[in-house]
């Protein structure tokens, strides 16, 4: 089945050492999002990727970064994760831009100790 | 700046009863999606409502849209526990392709 993957799917690093997450998607879409969310809050959108073109939204601390390497594969990096930081990471797709519907992974809740 | 909102942020309801959440939205758009999430997991896609009048059915949810009142309304007909959960309206920004989340309604249905 096509799909959205994402790993790991609990991820715990210590205050200021850089984590990567990792997204893959099967559905050969054309945008992919990372959104955090934190216990019992919307999901904030980071950024996106329309094919390479890398969009980040205005309100997303420098400390997090993101790669697409091919059409497949997605990451976040947190550079020096805080406290803060701590939330469930979530990855989307969506066939194009305008408004499509977006198709979410199951998640990475990471945790900083 | 688009803004959501949805009421009630919670909502505790009986098995067999009905009730409907409400999805004001700030500023013109002609997509709106409702999404449900169980605790710990991931967002579930329920309904795309693509156009003003649009109404969407599934099981003891129904879904529709008014454009011109910016208005979304996700009622529930003879609540059951399964369907306990948190339910998220999102709405696309115009121009810009992305969505904005509403808070968020945690339901809780008990016997």
């Known amino acids: 089945d096509a799909m959205v993957i994402q790993n790991p799917r609990y991820q715990v690093t210590q205050f200021g050492k850089p984590v990567t997450l990792s997204c893959s998607q099967t559905?050969?879409?054309?945008?992919m999002y990372w959104y955090q969310q934190k216990s019992s809050q919307a999901p904030k959108l980071l950024f996106h990727?329309?094919?390479?073109?890398?969009?980040n939204e205005a309100d997303t601390p420098d400390n997090f970064q993101s790669r697409r390497p091919n059409t497949s594969f997605c990451f976040l990096d947190i550079r020096s994760p805080g406290l803060g930081d701590a939330a469930m990471y979530l990855c989307?797709?969506?066939?194009?831009?305008?408004?499509?519907?977006?198709?979410f992974g199951p998640g990475t809740r990471l945790t900083v100790t | 700046e688009l803004k959501v909102e949805q009421n009630p942020l919670f909502l505790s309801m009986q098995e067999g009863k009905n009730y409907t959440i409400y999805c004001n939205y700030s500023?013109?758009?002609?997509?709106l999606y409702w999404y449900r999430q169980d605790p710990g997991k991931s967002l579930e896609s329920l309904f795309v409502?693509?156009?003003?009048?649009a109404v969407k059915q599934e099981g003891r949810l129904m879904a529709s849209l008014d454009t011109k009142a910016r208005l979304s309304t996700l009622h529930i007909t003879a609540a059951v526990h399964d369907l306990s959960a948190t339910y998220f309206c999102?709405?696309?920004?115009?121009?810009?392709?992305?969505?904005?989340f509403g808070k968020g309604t945690m339901l809780l249905v008990s016997p």
């Open positions: 989307a797709t969506s066939l194009q831009r305008g408004g499509y519907e977006q198709y």
């Open positions: 559905l050969n879409h054309n945008v």
């Open positions: 990727y329309y094919d390479k073109d890398f969009n």
């Open positions: 500023t013109t758009s002609d997509r």
């Open positions: 409502l693509l156009s003003n009048g």
């Open positions: 999102a709405v696309v920004n115009s121009g810009y392709s992305t969505l904005t």
